[in-house]
């Protein structure tokens, strides 16, 4: 068994996942990757394929067969973290669409970024991320208190656009803003329809549940600034 195959069984086994979670996970029939790891060789994976299956097992493109990107000259701000400016999101189509998803991560329009961060080399290493996989912006209400306060600074890893595990996730709001919550799946492994409960850390706040299909996520809470 090659490399690749290996690293993706193993995994999968980590995760709890089975074939057919992963196959629909990549917008496939539910036999797809079972089929492709016996058929075919693992790092031939088409990019987009790849790169939904490294989001979906939280692992780097080159373990599953990508080549290494060389450093270019486009990476000299590689170590900017944007904040963004949630009140720039509002109106006009929302937070939603002044963003571009790219295999790794989000990428901001200039008019929502207020500004940049910078965080240590070793801070990053410890959150498992790079620079560029990273967005920041102000929380904003009590509703995560007391493990996120309002005006606390969130930092999120923007790969992460399903909640798989468990956690906490900035979601966008049907307002074009974005709010932090823990969600949590409630359906069956294998179910048709994945349904998500939105959980707030206050209890004074209800809870809510959702299809995957009618959440917008935009990453998963990293770690957080307080001022």
Same mark, same amino acid.
């Given at each position: 068994?090659?490399?690749?195959?290996?690293? =993706?069984?193993?995994?999968?086994?980590?995760?709890?996942?089975?074939?057919?979670?992963?196959?629909?996970?990549?917008?496939?029939?539910?036999?797809?990757?079972?089929?492709?790891?016996?058929?075919?060789? !693992?790092?031939?994976?088409?990019?987009?394929?790849?790169?939904?299956?490294?989001?979906?097992?939280?692992? !780097?493109?080159?373990?599953?067969?990508?080549?290494?990107?060389?450093?270019?000259?486009? @990476?000299?701000?590689?170590?900017?973290?944007?904040?963004? @400016?949630?009140?720039?999101?509002?109106?006009?189509?929302?937070?939603?669409?002044? &963003?571009?998803?790219?295999?790794?991560? +989000?990428?901001?329009?200039?008019?929502?970024?207020?500004?940049?961060?910078?965080?240590?080399?070793?801070?990053?290493?410890?959150?498992?991320?790079?620079?560029?996989?990273?967005?920041?912006?102000?929380?904003?209400?009590?509703?995560?208190?007391?493990? =996120?306060?309002?005006?606390?600074?969130?930092?999120?890893?923007?790969?992460?656009?399903?909640?798989?595990?468990?956690? +906490?996730?900035?979601l966008a709001d049907e307002f074009g803003g974005v709010v932090v919550k823990r969600l949590e799946v409630t359906s069956r492994p294998g179910a048709?329809?994945?349904?998500?409960?939105? +959980?707030?850390?206050?209890?004074?706040?209800? &809870?809510?549940?959702?299809?995957? @299909?009618?959440?917008?996520?935009?990453?998963?809470?990293?770690?957080?600034?307080?001022?």
């Open positions: 068994m090659d490399q690749v195959r290996r690293t =993706i069984l193993k995994r999968m086994q980590e995760r709890g996942l089975n074939y057919k979670e992963v196959s629909l996970e990549l917008g496939k029939n539910q036999a797809y990757l079972q089929q492709f790891m016996e058929r075919n060789v !693992p790092n031939k994976l088409k990019e987009d394929v790849r790169s939904r299956l490294a989001e979906i097992l939280d692992l !780097p493109e080159e373990d599953l067969g990508a080549p290494s990107r060389a450093l270019t000259s486009s @990476d000299s701000k590689s170590d900017e973290i944007p904040e963004i @400016d949630l009140v720039a999101g509002l109106g006009a189509g929302g937070f939603v669409a002044l &963003e571009h998803t790219t295999k790794n991560g +989000i990428t901001f329009s200039k008019e929502v970024v207020r500004d940049h961060w910078r965080l240590p080399e070793w801070m990053l290493s410890r959150m498992g991320v790079k620079a560029s996989h990273v967005a920041a912006f102000p929380a904003q209400g009590d509703s995560m208190s007391p493990t =996120i306060g309002d005006g606390d600074v969130v930092f999120i890893d923007t790969r992460h656009r399903v909640p798989s595990p468990d956690g +906490i996730y900035a048709e329809t994945i349904t998500v409960k939105i +959980i707030s850390d206050n209890p004074r706040h209800s &809870e809510r549940e959702f299809t995957l @299909d009618e959440i917008h996520i935009v990453g998963r809470y990293i770690g957080r600034f307080t001022v």
